[in-house]
């Protein structure tokens, strides 16, 4: 298994925390961006953080631009193979990188809970101390969790190992899946950076974005920004486009996925009502030339570009799944319609984008949640949950250390 990297030739720095950041993926999305904030802050703290991913994943600019010490290994979950083989060869990934140096502490990206087994059991097994964070559970009543390769004995909590979720569906999941004490995964919320800005600066931007991505001054638009899959409901974008032709709104789709060709060979794509962009590095500007984010999601954990657009005083139309992260309260922060109901989906951003004026009590409350919750929270959480899980490794390291040399043997 080849390593991009060698792990035994890392330049060896001072710092006050030596940090592992494993992310088993392939491509980048709200996951992977999350775990990159994660890096970018917890280096900046003085820590000394080394990332190991797939060679994809370094591919990918903003990963490759990063700051950090990054390795690249074949530590990704791969559903063509068998769980025993994706466990084998992640752990031999991770173990390769831990067996020329010794780490504080790791940190896990989980986007599906399955997808960390095999970094998890390494880690386990070499006595490091980790906090897995999980990003996406699907609801016990759907097919996608029995098809979740769980098996017993592997994934749950010990003393060495904590988890956390980026919402609290996700953690009572994770606590039901694993027969875990309540409240035992902490919820911490994902957050991003918001700079205030006024009405009128923020017309002033939008004026500005959609000059730059060559659009014109008004004239409705409709965003849909990510992964061009089924989960997110990409599928129903040509159905919506059609829906919402009537008040002369057109979709723009920014992202890439399995489903790009099939949406480009739409009737609503070859006629314009709904344009594909591909992965866009200006989402920012994206955004302000919205004049509302669609989000048809059918499963989210605590989607980021929900929190950017509110960020940006964005409208958000989404389904009840998109947003199911803030419970009720989404109701109050955006358009909300049922999973897959495209008539209801449409009716919702129809009447978002009719009075701009009646509808600034969401856009507001939206801000002022993303300002509360911002990403600064979001890494103090994090950092003092770290603190924990390291204190308690030291401490137990102390005790065995300090036991008699009978109780030290059998790890009293």
């Known amino acids: 298994m080849e390593m991009i990297g060698d792990p035994g030739k890392i330049r060896r720095g001072k710092t006050a925390l030596d940090l592992l950041v494993l992310l088993p993926s392939t491509s980048v999305g709200g996951a992977e961006k999350h775990t990159l904030d994660l890096c970018e802050a917890f280096a900046a703290a003085g820590m000394r953080v080394t990332l190991l991913t797939t060679a994809d994943c370094l591919g990918h600019a903003a990963i490759r631009a990063a700051a950090l010490e990054k390795i690249a290994g074949p530590v990704e979950w791969r559903d063509d193979e068998t769980f025993e083989a994706n466990v084998r060869r992640q752990k031999h990934g991770v173990e390769q990188v831990m067996a020329a140096r010794r780490f504080d502490c790791a940190i896990v990206c989980a986007p599906w809970p399955h997808y960390a087994f095999g970094l998890q059991k390494a880690l386990a097994e070499h006595g490091a101390p980790h906090l897995t964070v999980a990003h996406l559970f699907p609801r016990p009543e759907t097919p996608e969790w029995s098809r979740l390769p769980i098996m017993l004995g592997v994934g749950g909590q010990e003393p060495s190992h904590a988890w956390a979720a980026v919402s609290w569906p996700v953690a009572r999941r994770l606590e039901h899946m694993f027969n875990l004490p309540a409240h035992a995964v902490a919820h911490i919320p994902n957050g991003v950076d ?219």
């Open 194 to 412: 918001v700079a205030p800005l006024s009405p009128e600066e923020r017309r002033r931007r939008r004026a500005e974005a959609r000059a730059r991505l060559g659009l014109e001054p008004e004239g409705a638009l409709a965003l849909f920004l990510g992964r061009l899959e089924a989960a997110k409901g990409a599928d129903l974008l040509p159905e919506l486009a059609a829906e919402l032709a009537p008040v002369h709104a057109r979709i723009v789709a920014a992202g890439a996925g399995s489903l790009r060709e099939t949406l480009e060979a739409s009737e609503a794509a070859r006629d314009g009502r709904l344009r594909l962009i591909g992965h866009t590095r200006n989402a920012s500007d994206w955004l302000f030339a919205a004049d509302l984010l669609l989000a048809p999601s059918r499963l989210e954990g605590h989607p980021l570009v929900a929190l950017e657009a509110a960020a940006r005083r964005c409208p958000v139309v989404a389904t009840d799944a998109a947003l199911e992260c803030y419970g009720q309260i989404r109701h109050q922060i955006a358009w909300i319609a049922p999973v897959n109901d495209v008539a209801a989906l449409a009716a919702q951003a129809r009447a978002a984008l009719a009075d701009p004026a009646a509808a600034a009590g969401r856009v507001e409350a939206g801000y002022a949640m993303a300002r509360r919750d911002d990403k600064a929270a979001m890494i103090a959480a994090y950092k003092s949950l770290l603190r924990k899980i390291v204190a308690h490794d030291r401490l137990t390291r102390a005790a065995i250390w300090d036991a008699p040399a009978s109780e030290a043997r059998h790890g009293a």
